[in-house]
């Protein structure tokens, strides 16, 4: 957490989630278009980032939502 203080919020990525939700919902499949490989940080990605220290994984950290995070802790799949 440390190491991560300080990192600029990500609104653009977080209406660029809220994209891909909207998206979902009609069938199609797509990245969050306002990706940015972690210059900048949402709350969700930051949790995940942290949870990847102690072992879990996540394909997509810049899709990662709040949703995402309760079912992987839910489930205990650690290292899918």
């Known amino acids: 957490c440390v190491d991560l203080c300080g ?3 990500g609104i653009k990525e977080l209406f660029g989630l809220g994209l891909v939700k909207i998206c979902a919902i009609f ?3 797509i990245k969050n278009p306002f990706q940015d ?3 900048t940080y949402i ?3 930051l949790i995940a980032t942290i949870l990847m220290t102690i072992g879990f994984t996540f394909k997509d ?3 990662v939502s709040p949703k ?3 079912n ?3 489930s205990k799949q650690w290292r899918s």
């Open 7 to 9: 990192k600029p919020y």
């Open 27 to 29: 069938g199609k499949k």
């Open 37 to 39: 490989r972690s210059r």
């Open 43 to 45: 709350c969700s990605e």
């Open 61 to 63: 950290l810049d899709s």
């Open 68 to 70: 995402d995070l309760f």
């Open 72 to 74: 992987k802790l839910s």
